[in-house]
């Protein structure tokens, strides 16, 4: 019997219930240890740091920034203040159109941090699940599956999204849709494999000799194993879905009507700002370069978790 028979078999449990309460005990124990790990990274703190630090700004946003994003700024003559540098009545100066940047830029963290949260999420769930239904049946169930995910991969992904929006609407969940239909490919093929390796264990011979049935034998058994790879993939897709908003939104695909940081770069090309506002430009650039930075730096960090042979001695 391997080292993980204790740790994920349910084995001489007398019920269902008391099987899903090992699960979670298992579970528990398993992110306490993953998260021992995580923390030694120094990476992984730094950029975990970065995406915190935002989240927490997209939460206050509403409560601390000093205009509305469309509002306009009107100086002393009571003429619109038209691409001011910044001062002390507006931080990061205003736009073309007289607006705050500053508050355009904390207002657009709430769109990027929530395309990037539940992209993530979406994108670990749906290739999580394709790619244990793959591995785990395998036969002709795991030869459609990947003939579907190897024709998804010729599909480009900003031309797809930007036909999307086109016939559904320029909305931020339109976007999430397309992150949600083509960004799980390579977290379904990581997964199956990891399946394929973890499907042939003693201790999943064990459960299926015991009667267990293909539900509880992958979501009890299986899923803990492929858990980390799950959250590993989610982390990166974190920069992803952030980038692929942005990308959108930039090309004049995105919602105007919501503040993020792409469409106030779009703006600011549309406005020919750029090499003469830095103040417009700048700011979400940075923003989208720290955030896409932090998750990537969470992402690598994860991966000791994935791989034991990459942590420090």
């Known amino acids: 019997m391997s080292e993980e028979t204790p740790q994920y078999s349910d084995r001489a449990s007398p019920t269902a219930k008391g099987g899903m309460r090992r ?5 528990k124990e398993s992110a306490i240890k993953q998260g021992r790990v995580f923390w030694r990274s120094k990476m992984a703190v730094a950029g975990l740091t970065v995406i915190v630090l935002y989240i927490i700004v997209a939460l206050a946003a509403p409560y601390v920034a000093p205009y509305q994003p469309d509002q306009r700024i009107y100086a002393d003559d009571g003429g619109w203040k038209t691409l001011q540098p910044p001062d002390a009545q507006n931080l990061l100066g205003t736009t073309g159109n007289a607006y705050d940047v500053f508050s355009q830029l904390i207002l657009g963290a709430r769109i ?6 539940l992209g993530a999420f979406m994108v670990a769930v ?11 049946y395998g036969g002709w169930v795991d030869e459609v599956i990947m003939r579907i995910v190897d024709i998804m991969y ?3 992904f900003i031309p797809f999204v930007i036909v999307l929006v086109t016939v559904l609407g320029a909305s931020v ?28 264990r003693p201790y999943i011979e064990a459960a299926e000799a015991a009667g267990a049935n293909d539900f509880r034998i992958m979501f009890v058994h299986i899923l803990p194993n492929v858990i980390p790879l799950s959250a590993l993939y989610g982390a990166i897709a974190v920069g992803y879905s952030i980038t692929a908003q942005a990308s959108i939104a930039f090309l004049g695909f995105g919602d105007p009507s919501v503040p993020s940081w792409g469409v106030m770069l779009q703006r600011a090309f549309v406005s020919q700002a750029f090499g003469k506002a830095w103040w417009w430009i700048i700011p979400p650039g940075v923003s989208i ?12 960090g994860y991966e000791e978790v994935v791989n034991p042979q990459l942590q420090e001695p």
């Open 112 to 117: 990027a941090m929530f395309v990037g949260i």
């Open 173 to 200: 969940w339109n976007i999430l849709l397309g992150i949600a239909l083509l960004y799980w490919l390579s977290t379904a093929r990581v997964i199956r494999s990891e399946v394929l390796s973890v499907r042939e």
């Open 289 to 300: 370069t720290l955030v896409v930075t932090g998750a990537y730096l969470v992402g690598r």
């Open 154 to 156: 010729g599909l480009p």
């Open 23 to 27: 699960f979670f005990q298992n579970l």
């Open 126 to 136: 749906i290739g999580t699940l394709v790619g244990m239904i793959a591995g785990y």
